[in-house]
């Protein structure tokens, strides 16, 4: 198998190189800018009846893009471009010959609801990235900044601009004026800069763009027309000051006898963020004593398999240019590749306290939260010649729990130290940006480690190099990147890391890993090579490997699920080009792949495939098929034998309708089955999104997982009878969950949102067991199971007496359990002049322990409705300064 993906490879090379010969060169447009002179600057209502706009002339003659490529669009739409020393100023005439049908769908900034244009402007004209302006019918202003030759938009960016649209008896038009401060170019006397322009038609679900791409043509920015006539522009360099006050109240349950928890605290809060155009180019942001509160919690979830759970960032600094910081370590268009994994992964600065300090009976602690930070500053950008540069150092505090004795005697301990990050990074793009390479290093330094947080690394050090090859008009490309990590500290914290569900060096059966109680560092390297054909065609394909050595290591400042893997993928696609008479468009792919590990072993065999379809009515569906004749893992059993997993097949499929309708529904369910019928698993998710009026949205999502195991794992015990135990059951797991969401939009400056989730997961054990034969080809054979007369039940312990002589031979806790938890955000949120904000919020949260043995529904209204949830209030105002 190790010899598929080349074999497969060269039986369809013939394929992709014989569709190159029908390569579309599309003539690139141009349109041709005038600077306004002595004429007076257009005003921003809409109307474009200003004098100014007579400069120039009309750029037109759009074509449809989606679903029918290089045809006339429904309706056509033309612009005129202006500009003077500090601003660029943008006139659009949409016509419609049914004005009185244009969708004016409201939506908090970044919507994109509804009837729109949209302005790409390439002003670096380095072909990779972009910066995107769009404003809906309804008024309501997007911005995106676009990377990755439009692979990646990040909506994060928000720059000031200015938008206002009109409706008419032809139509709609807007007048936009986008600051010179807000874009980046160089410094030459004439400027190219990239263009393009993209109109949604909101009843066809038609998409029309000025300069033609066609569907098959890889990339984005690379294919922009050109906007010419930019002379003697002077670059503006950014400075913008945002000082913040927060103020917020907390109610909750109070605690009899803890004097941390008597029911309510306040606080107030006051920093400052600052954007400083160190060049044109290059910015360097600062933030003092930021606010990271996060507008929306993270949802609700369990992990049984150990593994920690993935959330995404939503704390604006590290969100805005963090395409910039970006360095996947193993992306991949198959996916099942950990693509999830990466370098820097933000959210460990300011993460929740690691340590926790040790009490005795009566003892109460006031572990906080989070760790503050004390500042950061993230210098990033990209310069004209192709140099992508981001260094980001940030620095969080010290954190102390606080313990009190029923006495009133007080003393603290630390829980985390004073810590410093530091990542750079660096990428240059050359062969007229079809090609490029980077590098990033990431240093984590923590101070002044205390006998109780020695399980901690001291410093932790990550380097990488990464490179990107396109050609044959970016059809084909080849790219891949090379990890090295170095963490050290004392031998308490090393053992812990080769121990930790990432490494696991502890496994009895593994001949390449063992725990080395004298090491004070370790070292490892993990990587990524892949070449791919992505346009020209109905056909694409990707193959590749990606490797992570036993000692890779990232989990200080990135994010890492696990080591000692070798992995092999391939990924095939269809699509059409053209919609038929049933659909707009339609996708085939097939998928496999397998993995190593370090040892030789060969642990995973799987194989997909797939399809997405795109009805003519624009509905959505998907189906998925896989199956997987060989899986054994080496984390099953927590540093147990490697276990073989009995081969299994499972389904996905979801079905979305017509998200232009006012009432639209979607459903997707999932479900895995091994084939000797020893785990199955079913997850379905529906819902509906309901748009009575523009201004108000109702969104509701329950969802319900069934998960069923018959070896679940539990625990390990080192020696019973002289051998260790490897403990597992049989679970009966159910999670019942809901997403619901209201948005009110009274104008695009203004909105109101709330967010609740109410969820609950309750897992029941039986058959208990433990592991004999891991690898056995029979899945009854891996294991012995206790019988009743071995297994007694007393207080919550269960104690295992396997040679029934009446003494007990181990023991453990009652595995059952059940977490009941509700999640809720009101925020109400006001823009009262452009870049400065008003927030108020209130946060609910209710999580308790509920009874295992207790109906879902049951459980989740006895632990949720009648308790009093802790309540935070908050008010946070910003004002933006710009110079």
């Known amino acids: 198998m190790r010899l598929s993906g080349i074999i497969l490879a060269l039986a369809l090379f013939p394929i992709f190189t014989q569709a190159q010969d029908s390569t579309q060169v599309v003539p690139k447009k141009i349109y041709v800018t005038k600077n306004l002179g002595a004429e007076t600057t257009p005003s921003i209502d809409g109307l474009l009846n200003d004098a100014a706009w007579n400069l120039v002339e009309w750029g037109g003659d759009y074509v449809e893009w989606q679903p029918d490529e290089n045809t006339p669009p429904s309706d056509q739409t033309k612009f005129k471009i202006i500009y003077d020393s500090k601003n660029l100023y943008i006139g659009v005439r949409c016509y419609d010959s049914e004005p009185e049908k244009i969708v004016k769908r409201l939506s908090r900034r970044d919507g994109f609801e509804g009837d729109w244009v949209e302005f790409n402007i390439d002003s670096y004209h380095d072909k990779r990235t972009a910066f995107s302006f769009t404003i809906t019918a309804a008024g309501v202003k997007g911005d995106e900044f676009v990377s990755n030759n439009g692979n990646t938009w990040d909506s994060s960016w928000n720059p000031i601009w200015y938008a206002r649209t009109n409706i008419d008896e032809e139509g709609w038009t807007a007048e936009i004026r986008i600051p010179l401060s ?36 890889p990339g984005w920015v690379s294919e922009f027309g050109e906007l010419h006539g930019l002379k003697n522009i002077q670059p503006q360099k950014q400075l913008e000051v945002q000082p913040y006050t927060v103020t917020s109240g907390e109610t909750y349950e109070a605690e009899e006898g803890n004097p941390f928890r008597d029911g309510n605290e306040s606080d107030l809060t006051v920093g400052l963020d600052a954007k400083i155009g160190i060049t044109n180019d290059l910015t360097l942001d600062l933030t003092v004593n930021p606010d990271f509160g996060q507008v929306e919690a993270d949802p609700s979830a369990i992990a049984l398999d150990g593994f920690q759970i993935f959330f995404r960032e939503q704390r604006p600094f590290f969100v805005e240019n963090k395409n910039i910081f970006d360095f996947n370590v193993s992306r991949s268009e198959a996916g099942n590749t950990f693509g999830s994994d990466n370098i820097f992964y933000s959210r460990r600065i300011g993460r929740s306290p ?15 939260d989070n760790t503050p930070i004390i500042g950061a500053a993230k210098f990033s950008g990209k310069t004209k010649n192709g140099w992508a540069i981001g260094i980001l150092e940030s620095v969080t505090s010290r954190r102390f729990a606080s313990i009190s004795n029923e006495n009133g005697v007080r003393r603290r301990e630390m829980v985390e130290p004073l ?33 109780e947080l020695d399980f901690l690394h001291k410093s932790a050090y990550t380097g990488a190099l990464d490179f990107k090859h396109q050609w044959h008009n970016r059809d084909w ?29 502890q496994r009895v059966d593994a001949g390449h890993v063992v725990v080395d109680t004298t090491r004070t560092s370790m070292t490892g390297t993990g990587g990524n090579i892949q070449i791919g054909k992505i346009g020209n065609g109905h056909w694409r394909f990707e193959s590749g490997g990606t490797w992570r050595s036993p000692e890779l290591e990232l989990n200080d400042i990135g994010f890492q699920r696990q080591a000692d893997d070798i992995r092999h993928y391939t990924w095939i696609g269809y699509q059409t080009l053209k919609p038929d008479s049933t659909f707009r468009r339609v996708g085939i792919n097939y998928n496999h792949w397998t993995a190593w590990d370090f040892d030789g072993n060969h642990n995973y065999l799987q194989f997909n495939t797939n399809s997405w379809q795109n009805w003519k009515g624009n ?12 899986q054994y893992s080496n984390f099953a059993l927590r540093g147990g034998p490697r276990l073989r997993l009995s081969p299994w097949m499972s389904f996905w499929n979801s079905i979305r309708t017509d998200n232009r309708k006012k009432l639209r529904f979607s459903a997707f369910q999932n479900g895995r089955k091994a084939l000797d019928d020893s785990f199955k698993s079913y997850n379905i998710e529906a819902g509906f999104t ?10 509701a999502f329950p969802s319900l997982r069934i998960n069923h195991d018959k070896l679940q794992f539990i625990d390990n015990f080192d020696e019973v009878n002289g051998t260790p135990r490897y403990l597992n059951g049989e679970i009966d797991q159910r999670t019942l969950s809901m997403s619901f969401r209201l ?17 609950i997961s309750r897992g029941r054990y039986s058959n208990f067991k433990h592991v004999t034969n891991a690898t056995a080809g029979s899945f009854e054979d891996r294991f012995t199971q206790y019988e009743g007369s071995q297994v007694s039940f ?29 999640r809720s955000n009101l925020v109400i949120r006001w823009e009262y002049i452009p870049g400065s904000e008003i927030f108020l919020v209130w946060s609910q949260d209710v999580s308790r322990d509920g009874d295992p043995e207790s109906g879902l529904l049951s459980s989740l209204g006895d632990n949720v409705f009648g308790q009093k949830p802790q309540n935070i209030f908050l008010l946070k105002a910003t004002y933006r300064f710009v110079f």
């Open 354 to 368: 690691q340590g926790s300090p040790d009490t005795e009976d009566g003892e109460y602690v006031d572990q906080p």
């Open 794 to 822: 007393a207080d919550g312990t269960y104690s295992i007496d396997e040679n029934l002589d009446g003494a007990e031979d181990f023991s453990f806790d009652d595995p059952d359990f059940s977490f009941v938890q509700f």
């Open 619 to 630: 509905w959505f569906t998907n189906l998925g098929l896989n199956y997987a004749p060989k």
């Open 477 to 505: 490309y080849v790219g891949g990147n090379i990890t090295f990590s170095h963490v050290q500290g004392s031998e308490e914290a090393i053992r812990n890391t080769q121990e930790s569900i990432t490494h696991l060096f």
């Open 182 to 217: 807000q874009l980046k170019f160089g410094d030459a006397e004439n400027q190219v800069w990239g263009l393009q322009s993209t109109r949604r038609f909101f009843r066809a679900e038609e998409r029309s763009l000025w300069q033609r791409k066609p569907i098959d043509q």
């Open 419 to 451: 810590t410093n990050y530091f990542v750079g990074r660096l990428q240059k793009d050359f062969n007229e940006r079809n090609s490029y390479i980077g590098g990033i290093f990431t240093g984590t330094n923590r101070d002044n480690l205390t006998s």
């Open 690 to 699: 309901y748009q009575p009026i523009n201004a108000l949205r109702i969104s």
């Open 743 to 759: 948005n009110y939009t009274i104008n695009p400056n203004l909105t109101i949102q709330y967010w609740g989730q109410p969820f």
